[in-house]
C-alpha cells in the first residue's frame, strides 16, 4: 500500500544551520505531498505542499519540491531558528483519495 | 474565525468501558476526518465523512470503533469495550472542497483527544 518514509530523529543543528530532512514515498497514481509542522503544544498544522511532480512547495523560509523519479519530497530551509523547534511530517494524499497518509515524524531542535 | 475543536481534550477510562470522543469542525467545512496518533508516530487515518456520509471508512482498525455525523457538522468517534492498546490522541481534522482537478482540500486539524485507557 501507499507510504511515507522520512528520516528519523532528532535533528539537532546550531541557529542559522542549513537544514534537510529527508522524505521518501511509495504510492500508486498520483499522489499530493505535504509537510505538516507540530510545534510544543499545538495542533498539526499544513506547512507547504506541491500536488503534481516539479511542483515546488514553499512556505517559511521552507521549501520542498515533489521528485517522482526519486519518488522523494526532501524539506529544506537555508537558515533555521529557534522557533522551527519542532516535528515534522511528511505525508501524502493517494491519487483520488481525501485521507492522508503520514511518515512517523522528524523532531527538530534548534539551539542558540 | 474558530478552528476545529475537540473534547474533551483529555479522557481517561478504565479498559473495557465504553467512550466518546467529540469533534467540532469549521463552520461550512463538508469534510471531516478523524486520525489516530501514537506515541512517536505519525497519525493514522481512521475515517473520512462527506456531508452526513461516511465516504471511507476504511482505517478503522475493528467493529469496535464506530463514527457518525448526523447533521453534517459535529462528528462523534465511538469506542466500545475499550483496550489498552487504544491509548493515543485522536486527531479530527475538516476541509472545505475547492474542487476541480487535481483537488486538494487543505485538511485542519484540532488539537486532539488524549484517551488513556487504563
Known amino acids: 500500500g501507499d507510504s511515507v518514509t522520512q528520516m528519523e530523529g532528532p535533528v539537532t543543528l546550531s541557529e542559522e544551520a542549513f537544514l534537510t530532512i529527508n522524505c521518501t514515498y511509495t504510492?500508486?497514481?498520483?499522489?499530493?505531498l505535504f509537510w505538516y509542522v507540530q510545534y510544543p503544544g499545538e495542533g498539526l498544522q499544513l506547512l507547504l505542499k506541491a500536488t503534481k511532480a516539479d511542483d515546488k512547495g514553499s512556505n517559511k523560509g521552507f521549501e520542498a519540491t515533489y521528485r517522482k523519479e526519486t519518488t522523494s519530497f526532501h524539506l529544506e530551509k537555508g537558515s533555521v531558528q529557534v522557533s522551527d523547534s519542532a516535528v515534522y511530517f511528511c505525508a501524502l494524499t493517494p491519487g483520488g483519495y481525501n485521507k492522508l497518509i503520514f511518515g512517523a515524524g522528524t523532531r527538530l531542535a534548534v539551539h542558540p | 474565525g474558530a478552528g476545529v475543536s475537540q473534547t474533551p481534550s483529555n479522557k481517561v477510562t478504565e479498559k473495557g468501558k465504553y467512550v466518546e470522543l467529540r469533534c467540532d469542525p469549521i463552520s461550512g467545512h463538508t469534510a471531516l476526518y478523524w486520525y489516530r496518533q501514537s506515541l512517536g508516530q505519525g497519525p493514522e487515518f481512521l475515517i473520512y465523512?462527506?456531508?452526513?456520509?461516511?465516504?471511507?471508512d476504511s482505517g478503522l482498525p475493528n467493529d469496535r470503533f464506530f463514527a457518525v455525523r448526523p447533521e453534517g457538522s459535529v462528528s462523534t468517534l465511538k469506542i466500545q469495550r475499550t483496550e489498552r492498546g487504544d491509548s493515543a490522541v485522536y486527531l479530527c481534522a475538516s476541509s472545505h472542497p475547492a474542487g476541480g482537478p487535481p483537488s486538494y482540500n487543505e485538511q485542519f486539524f484540532g488539537p486532539g483527544t488524549r484517551l488513556t485507557v487504563l
Open positions: 465523512f462527506q456531508g452526513t456520509g461516511a465516504a471511507d
Open positions: 504510492a500508486t497514481g498520483y499522489p499530493s
